[in-house]
């Protein structure tokens, strides 16, 4: 029988977390889950104490600060041996076969050393980056561009989000899938190597990507099998935090993947826009902030 190893990284996910750990353990194959939590101050771990005697396969590994996704994940990876690792996010509702059918379509294919799965937002839409392209430079800059809407039948001005693009009837390759949930075999996790921890929160899933793809092995879309993400759950209260964490973590991605590859120029211009971005983005929580103090209406 196939060992399934289940971690979810928490930080602060609140009953959320109770919930997804509660539906993990429904799952119509045996899993073991570990919680690797980082340090939580809320109810979160507390609420999960009367499971562990119901359920020896659940393990809570207390790391007592906030290592980040990479490191957390990191924690149990290199503790346990798994024919099969399921990374998933606290706030990500499966039902009770979904993880059997991710193992029945990830065995089908030699190839394939990563799986992932259609991801819905709470309104049923698909959600952002459950499936998509690389974001190379170049493609970050048609995005910024918008010049993927210009030219929308040319190939090479694809965008890189592939939620715009219809659905497939089955499941497909892709160059990345989400890290929300991602489905990984043992012997693909033995020659790609575990999650690079100096990734503190976002990009650290694309990184992985590129290196699965660089070892030889294909990422597989299941779009059948659909797992719900209450997305930002334990972000809300700490929006500059994470902002801060996920340019950073672009920045990273960029420079480490592609400087040897792309003109110096272009480089330095998405880098440029990146920065460019994250100061946007903060005026608009800082604005927002502001607003709220004053006890006027933001929209």
């Known amino acids: ?11 602060n996910s609140g009953s959320l977390l109770l919930e997804t750990v509660r539906r993990v353990l429904l799952s119509s194959v045996p899993v073991n889950a570990y919680i690797s939590d980082n340090g939580s101050c809320d109810e979160s771990i507390r609420l999960l104490e009367p499971l562990l005697s119901e359920h020896p396969n659940l393990h809570i590994i207390e790391n007592h600060v906030n ?7 990191n924690v149990v990876l290199s503790t346990i041996d798994s024919d099969y690792y399921l990374i998933l996010n606290p706030d990500c509702l499966i039902e009770v076969d979904t993880i059997e059918r991710m193992i029945e379509a990830i065995k089908s294919d030699r190839k394939v050393g990563m ?47 592939l939620s715009r693009s219809p659905l497939p009837d089955k499941p ?17 996790l033995k020659k790609v190597g575990h999650l690079d921890p100096d990734y503190f929160l976002h990009c650290e899933d694309l990184d992985w990507c590129m290196r699965f793809s660089q070892s030889g092995y294909r990422i597989l879309f299941v779009p059948n099998v659909i797992v719900n993400h209450i997305k930002g759950s334990c972000s809300f209260n700490r929006p500059f935090f994470v902002e801060w ?11 480490k993947f592609f400087i040897s590859t792309y003109p110096l120029p272009i480089l330095w211009l998405v880098i440029a826009g990146v920065w460019l971005r994250f100061g ?20």
């Open 67 to 73: 290592l980040g996704f990479s490191c957390a994940n």
């Open 280 to 299: 946007l983005v903060i005026s608009f929580y800082s604005s927002k902030y502001l607003f709220r103090y004053l006890g006027l209406n933001h929209d």
């Open 245 to 255: 964490h996920k340019h950073k973590g672009m920045i990273r991605f960029y420079t």
């Open 115 to 161: 799986a992932g799965c259609l991801i819905i937002n709470a309104d049923g839409s698909e959600q952002t980056g459950c499936r998509r392209s690389i974001p190379t430079p170049w493609k970050s800059l048609l995005r910024v561009l918008h010049l993927s809407k210009m030219f929308p039948n040319q190939p090479s001005f694809q965008d890189f989000d």
């Open 172 to 188: 497909i390759y892709v160059e990345a899938i989400s890290g929300a949930f991602m489905l990984i075999t043992s012997s693909a």
């Open 1 to 11: 029988m196939d060992i399934i190893s289940v971690i979810i990284v928490n930080y």
